[in-house]
């Protein structure tokens, strides 16, 4: 039986799933802030799949709940949340997954603006068969 879904992973929980969210940096020198740490951001997922709140109510221990939103978005269309969640915890996850997709609401353009060209997942690479 897979263990119940908490809001903390231990270090051997991690250790399983960080492979999927390696994120692959273009060559050259880096821009812009340091990115937060891809633990910290998965863990506040779990916390928000966890509880069934809100993106906003995230609480402090975790990094900004825009940037969690964001990678969150990222991830989830790339399929790595649901590929993490069935790992650590087999059906349960995926039904956790299941359930936030269904609270997701497509995005829609305000009038008169024109939907993006390509949506943002697909234009990063992530290394999901790598070996």
Not at 54 to 66: H, M, N, T
Not at 101 to 106: D, H, L, T, Y
Not at 113 to 127: D, E, G, I, N, Y
Request: glycine share 6%.
């Amino acid at each position: 039986m897979q263990p119940r879904p908490s809001m903390e992973l231990n270090d051997a929980q991690w250790r399983s799933v960080e492979p999927l969210f390696r994120e692959i940096r273009t060559s050259g020198p880096r821009r812009g802030r340091p990115a937060h740490c891809s633990r910290a951001v998965f863990e506040a997922i779990l916390w928000v799949l966890s509880t069934g709140s809100v993106w906003s109510k995230l609480p402090e221990r975790y990094p900004d709940f825009r940037t969690c939103h964001r990678r969150f978005k990222m991830w989830f269309d790339a399929g790595l949340v649901q590929q993490a969640m069935e790992q650590l915890y087999g059906e349960e996850g995926v039904s956790m997954c299941a359930a936030m997709s269904a609270r997701m609401q497509p995005w829609r353009a305000p009038a008169g603006r024109k939907a993006p060209r390509f949506p943002v997942a697909f234009t990063l690479r992530w290394p999901v068969a790598r070996t």
